[in-house]
């Protein structure tokens, strides 16, 4: 017991035995049976509810989904890895959409891995970003003030506008 730091002594300072120490962190930890099955329950249904946010990172995502699926292992429940992994591909975001079928269309997408999974949709995620910072247009308005008086002239380039006032001040 001098291991412990003297929040976690003080717990057990007034065990006699062994099996009382034993037992202790597993009462104050986990609970009972029925306080047990309450967590499980809770977990459960927070693992059914994970749904990606719009705005969200696959790296917050898939955290998410660990750290819920994490408390549910920590409390001597299974959870198998197809599970997981369905539950992902089903509620992620929709501009996933495009890896998720072609991930759907392989023939060994029941062996496939959280891992993998992980590690594709953070590619996906890293190569789409980048794209999408290269294809940014502006569009744009230019003035030019002449003094012939009431002409506007307007010219379009590509996708962008621009536009002469011709207006005497």
């Known amino acids: 017991?001098?291991?412990?730091?003297?929040?976690?002594?003080?717990?057990?300072?007034?065990?006699?035995?062994?099996?009382?120490?034993?037992?202790?962190?597993?009462?104050?930890?986990?609970?009972?049976?029925?306080?047990?099955?309450?967590?499980?329950?809770?977990?459960?249904?927070?693992?059914?509810?994970?749904?990606?946010?719009?705005?969200?990172?696959?790296?917050?995502?898939?955290?998410?989904?660990?750290?819920?699926?994490?408390?549910i292992i920590g409390l001597g429940e299974e959870v198998d890895e197809s599970i997981i992994i369905q539950k992902v591909l089903r509620y992620l975001s929709m501009r996933f959409d495009p890896i998720i079928s072609t991930l759907e269309e392989r023939e060994d997408i029941d062996r496939i891995i959280m891992d993998e999974l992980h590690g594709n949709f953070t590619a996906y995620e890293m190569r789409t970003e980048h794209e999408s910072l290269g294809i940014k247009e502006a569009t744009f308005k230019a003035s030019k003030k002449s003094k012939k008086k009431g002409q506007k002239k307007e010219k379009k380039i590509g996708s962008a506008v621009t536009s002469w006032d011709m207006m005497e001040k």
């Not at 065990?15 to 329950?41: F, L, M």
């Open 1 to 71: 017991m001098n291991g412990l730091c003297d929040l976690v002594y003080v717990k057990f300072i007034h065990c006699s035995s062994g099996r009382e120490i034993w037992e202790k962190p597993q009462n104050i930890y986990e609970g009972d049976a029925k306080v047990k099955a309450t967590k499980v329950q809770t977990y459960i249904g927070q693992f059914e509810q994970l749904k990606m946010k719009e705005d969200e990172n696959i790296e917050s995502y898939f955290l998410r989904v660990e750290e819920t699926v994490n408390e």
